[in-house]
């Protein structure tokens, strides 16, 4: 759990503007929840899951009391220079650059980032098949475990390497931002780590198909993830009006040991007023491992 110092100093921020909203928790095993999951298929967008009414905060006109490190995300400003994100070249040799420079600016004296990955119609189709329409996610969850954050580790570097980068400090982070056009439904938002219990955490194992697979099978990938269960200290906070010269920058996994965040908890949701059918939302999504070779877990 995160030290009782830090949550004696968490902020309520009671007066900001809000929006009621419905979030998706945890279904608990003994009520028909799950232990495993298939990302990306019918089964998932089929899952069920408990819903809770909560107030999510405007943070904006308070921004810069939020970091990665005390609440495990921040908004942050940055404008793109990719033309045209249809583009896949375009983005990886421009988009990906961009954010290793911008989050090594923004973690401090790491030696090395490495780009990891990334961007509902599910009625009828048999539960492993793949899903190929993007839909935000509407369901509270972190990307990975902390035991999850380390498989990850594994499934994308050597052993050895992966070996040797535990010893010393690092992190898995992600960035996300509109592009094209401003945030106009289902934003994003996050709970502040401060007020989080991670008695709450709940477990889920991701399993993956393997590249170019039409369907799951016994040679998937498996890594955990984690779910939430619900919590009424939780603080849930969004960014009002998003445009793409914005982006969030929050927390997967962070190894360091000394009581800053070490997740961003996170989930999409509807505002009031959405419609349940409209123009699209626009965003892209990176993911990054970050190593320091002379900070120590602890």
């Known amino acids: 759990m995160a030290p ?37 298929t019918a089964f998932e967008k089929r899952r069920k899951h408990v819903p809770h009414d909560v107030t999510v905060k405007d943070m904006r006109s308070v921004r810069d009391q939020f970091n990665i490190n005390n609440a495990g995300f921040e908004l942050v400003d940055h404008k793109s220079a990719v033309k045209d994100f249809t583009d896949a070249k375009e983005v990886e040799q421009v988009y990906y650059a961009e954010y290793i420079d ?30 190929k329409v993007m839909n935000p996610a509407r369901f509270v969850h972190v990307d990975q475990s902390y035991r999850g954050a380390e498989q990850i580790l594994f499934l994308n570097l050597p052993e050895e390497e992966a070996e040797r980068r535990m010893k010393k400090r690092w992190a898995i982070i992600n960035v996300w931002a509109p592009i094209i056009k401003p945030v106009k439904r289902d934003p994003v938002a996050f709970a502040d780590f401060r007020s989080i219990d991670e008695y709450d955490f709940r477990t889920v194992v991701a399993n993956l198909p393997p590249p170019d697979a039409a369907e799951y099978g016994k040679a998937a990938a498996r890594y955990e993830v984690t779910n939430l269960a619900h919590n009424p200290n939780q603080q849930w906070y969004y960014a009002s009006d998003m445009t793409p010269e914005e982006a969030w920058v929050f927390m997967i996994f962070d190894s360091k040991n000394d009581g800053r965040a070490k997740c961003a908890v996170h989930t999409f949701f509807p505002y009031q007023n959405q419609d349940d059918y409209g123009e699209p ?3 892209v999504e990176v993911r990054c491992f970050v190593f320091w070779d002379d900070k120590e877990t602890e």
């Open 102 to 131: 911008f989050i090594k600016k923004r973690v401090g004296g790491a030696d090395r980032l490495t780009h990891v990955s990334e961007g509902h119609a599910a009625q009828g189709l048999d539960d492993k098949i793949p899903v």
């Open 281 to 283: 939302r626009t965003s």
């Open 4 to 40: 009782t110092a830090i949550k004696d100093i968490f902020p309520t921020h009671d007066k900001l503007p809000t929006e009621d909203t419905t979030l998706y928790y945890y279904l608990e095993l003994k009520d028909g929840g799950i232990i495993q999951t298939y990302p990306g």
